[in-house]
């Protein structure tokens, strides 16, 4: 048998922003959850699932941020998306019906498709009674995936130039990893990538994670350079492991031009049925403002990047298909040649890192979860050159690594900062960095509150890391939905100025606290304390 040679290190980065409303019965942002879950997270997990039933060897890492955590837990998000589900039941048998008589028969074997992944949706929601944390922390203490932890609200590190603040968001992630995963995390996914030398390094060593990952460029530019480049680990001076991002394998999937996702007979996201059919038909499924949205189903493929939306051409489940099985003998091709001749060149086992947004694999790459299944299985059985691995493993089984100092980097556009710095959003750092400032200020003044007041802190605490989530900053960027990006920022800035001048001035509104309990509920067992000046020496 050939001698392995290396490993290929699959990341999926989980993450959306905290988006709950229990003011209103019918939200259109929560769509973003509940596509998430039907389209990414359930697919994945059935499929890890069903990987592990058969005894297949495998190693995936996989991010899960705490603000996605928090809404899997949410038993009112778990409400809403039960019935969502099977209001998409009700429409899929509909569409068999509606599609049976077609003359082209690819839109009644893509209806089929629909009712059978929904059925199979639904089959696994109710095994879990809506808590997939308990699916996917099963298949961690199993030893299939590891689960790594995120900034607490994805905020963009580099940014928060307080302390306490930075270490906020770290400390809360990892306490809400610990109660919702039963042990402390090894690894993090700092939002975005971002880093910046200095202090996040200290903070997560006092923390005990182990390792991160880092845009190829954060590695490449560190000093001194990196022996082994993207293709092993590094520590930073603190001790933190640091994995690089390979290239290749991220244009191989990632990219737009070349990219596998772009391929002909894969499915065209942008045409919907909420588009296409009769309204008449549709309205029952659309959301209380009657406007035409996206539903779910969708029955066209790609047939090319030029052809329009109105053109485009019946997808054809099968064809797709085996289009992926082709993609996925096709990356593990790329994978044997690539490691063999790494292994010449560095005399070790190389690690290439895969590192993508878990979204891409089923949300936007509709055949992402079977692509990924059958890659899994092709390494598995196919090839003896390299086997999937996480980082904990590497790191057993390569102790002793060089010592650099990454660069700063991230994986945005251009590799920098730029993306949540720029004319758009550049206004809400005063806001935020003034209410860290006021956070300290007040932690300090009650480092030990009781009742009522440690209420209104814990709460101003929340209110002040769910306005640092970075992902507000990167909407008004790309300009897709900037008035709700707006609107959260600036909310969670003014529930917080008004809690600080309740507790400054000892007059705090229980209806008013009360209501924001109830609204923004995530980090139940949040710690406010952590940003009293006297507790802070890292």
Not at 136 to 143: A, I, K, N, S
Not at 149 to 160: K, R, S, V
Not at 216 to 224: C, D, I, K, M, S
Request: glycine letters at 6%.
């Amino acid at each position: 048998m050939p001698k392995l040679k290396g490993y290929w290190c699959p990341v999926l980065h989980a993450h959306l922003p905290f988006v709950r409303h229990p003011e209103y019965q019918d939200f259109l942002e929560e769509d973003w959850f509940y596509e998430g879950l039907t389209e990414t997270y359930i697919p994945l997990l059935s499929i890890f699932e069903k990987l592990a039933e058969d005894g297949i060897h495998f190693r995936l890492t996989m991010t899960i941020s705490p603000t996605l955590a928090a809404m899997l837990s949410d038993p009112l998000l778990q409400s809403r998306y039960r019935n969502r589900l099977y209001k998409l039941l009700e429409l899929s048998s509909k569409e068999i019906a509606r599609t049976r008589g077609l003359a082209q028969k690819e839109f009644y074997q893509t209806a089929i498709l629909w009712k059978d992944i929904i059925s199979n949706t639904i089959r696994l929601w109710e095994k879990y009674r809506g808590n997939l944390l308990e699916g996917f922390r099963r298949l961690q203490d199993e030893g299939f995936i590891e689960i790594i932890t995120c900034g607490a609200t994805h905020g963009f590190l580099p940014f928060i130039i307080h302390p306490e603040a930075l270490e906020a968001q770290i400390k809360f992630a990892v306490d809400d990893y610990t109660l919702k995963f039963r042990r402390p995390p090894r690894g993090i996914w700092l939002p975005e990538c971002a880093y910046q030398p200095g202090e996040i390094d200290k903070i997560l060593k006092k923390y005990g994670i182990k390792f991160f990952f880092l845009e190829a460029h954060g590695l490449l530019f560190g000093r001194p350079a990196p022996r082994y480049g993207v293709f092993a680990p590094v520590y930073t001076p603190d001790g933190i492991a640091c994995f690089g991002r390979d290239q290749e394998t991220a244009h191989q999937v990632w990219s737009a031009d070349v990219g596998y996702p772009g391929d002909h007979e894969y499915r065209e996201f942008y045409r919907d049925v909420g588009y296409d059919l009769d309204y008449d038909y549709i309205r029952p499924y659309l959301h209380e403002d009657g406007v035409r949205r996206n539903v779910g189903l969708k029955y066209y493929r790609i047939t090319s990047r030029k052809t329009p939306l109105d053109a485009k051409k019946p997808y054809n489940p099968e064809r797709a298909r085996e289009r992926a099985r082709t993609h996925a003998g096709n990356f593990m091709f790329n994978r044997e040649k690539q490691i063999e001749y790494l292994h010449s060149l560095i005399g070790r086992k190389p690690i290439v890192v895969s590192p993508f947004d878990a979204e891409l694999f089923g949300h936007w790459w509709f055949e992402g979860p079977v692509f990924l299944d059958f890659l899994l299985r092709k390494i598995n059985s196919e090839q003896n050159t390299f086997r999937t691995i996480t980082p904990t493993e590497y790191l057993n089984e390569y102790p002793h690594n060089q010592i650099i100092q990454p660069a700063a980097s991230s994986w945005g556009d251009k590799g920098y900062y730029e993306v949540w710095l720029n004319g758009s959003n550049d206004w809400i750092y005063r806001h935020l960095h003034k209410a860290a400032e006021r956070m300290i200020e007040i932690s300090s003044r009650y480092p030990a509150a009781r009742g009522i007041t440690k209420r209104a802190l814990n709460q101003m605490a929340r209110e002040l890391v769910l306005a640092q989530s970075s992902d507000w900053a990167f909407i008004m960027t790309t300009g897709t939905m900037v008035e709700y990006a707006r609107k959260r920022t600036t909310d969670h800035i003014l529930r917080f100025t008004r809690l600080y001048n309740d507790v400054k001035s000892r007059s705090i509104d229980t209806g008013f606290l009360e209501d924001l309990e109830k609204k923004d509920n995530i980090f139940p067992a949040i710690d406010y304390s952590i940003y009293a000046r006297r507790q802070n020496s890292i």
